[in-house]
C-alpha cells in the first residue's frame, strides 16, 4: 500500500516546490540540487519538508536520498506538470514578444540536410542581421527545446508509415511540419552474404544483430512494432549522434541500421533498399503556435511538397 496523496482543495502545489523536488530526485543529492538551483542546501531541505506538508506524505528518504512510494507516484505527474509550465510561459512569450533578434534551430543528427542548410542560408540573405544559432542535440531533446521555448524551430527525423506523421510527446504544444520523405535502406557490411540483395525485408533480418543507434538511425523499439515482430536482437547500444561513428560500427560487422536512402556510406558499408514493411524516413519541422516571421518563413519553404 502507498500512502495516500492529499492536497486540500483550497491549496495549489507551488510549482518551485515542484521544481525542488525533481531536481533533488535527478541529482540523488540535497547539496548537488542545492548548487544546480542556486540555493542553500537548508532552503532545498526546507522545501522538500514544505512540500511534503502540503502533500501530506513523506515523498523523499533522506540517506539515500531515493523516493518513497508516494514520492515516485508524485513524479510521475510533476516531470509533465513542470514541462507543461515551461511550455505555456514559451507560447505566451511568443504571442506577446516582439520580432526575434536571434534564432535557435534545434536539430537532430541527420535532419540537418543540404536543403535544410541551403533555406537557412536563405533565411540568413532574408534577415542579415539576425543571429543565427544552429544546435544538434537528441530528438526528444529537439522537441522538448522548441515546446519549452528555449528555441524557436526544431528539425526531426525518424520512421513513419507512408504520409503518416511522426509521434511527438505532446502534439498541442508545437506545430509540425512536413520538411520531406525518403526512402529507407538496411546497412550492412559489403562482405555482409545479403549485400548483393536488391531489397531486404526484416522478416529476412530477425535473426541478425543490431546497433541500437536510436537517436541516428531508425531506433529498434519502432522497427519492431512497426514490423510486429520480437526480433531484432540489440548487439551494441550506440548512445550518439555522429552518423560516422555507427557507420563504422557497421562496416566492422556489429551490427545492421535501417537508415534514410540518401545518406552518405563508407565504401565498405551499402544499403540495400528495405521493401517491407512500407516504412518511410521522415523529417519534419517544429514551431510554436505563435511561431515568429523567420520561423513560419523556413516552415513555408521547407514544406513538403
Known sequence: MISDISISNTDLVDPNLLKTFVTVVRCGSFSVAAQNLQYTQSAVSQQIASLEEDIGATLLTRRPVATTEA???LLEHA??????????????????????????VATSALALTPRVAGALRALRARHPRLDLTVQVSAREEVVTAVATGHCEVGLIDGIAAPNDPLRLWDEGTVTAVGVAERDLVVTLPTTHPMASRSSLRLADLVDAWWIDAADVAAPLVALRSLAGTDGLRSAVFYDG????????LVAAGHGLAVMPADQRLPADVIGVRLASPRLVYRIELLHGRHASEPAAWL??????S
Request: zero cysteines.
Open 241 to 248: 549522434i555522429d552518423a560516422s561513428g555507427l557507420l563504422a
Open 79 to 104: 516531470e509533465p506538470i513542470l514541462l507543461r509550465l515551461a511550455a505555456a510561459r514559451a507560447d505566451v512569450a511568443r504571442a506577446s514578444g516582439q520580432p526575434p533578434e536571434a534564432l535557435t
Open 299 to 304: 516552415a513555408d519553404n521547407l514544406s513538403a
Open 71 to 73: 514520492g515516485a507516484r
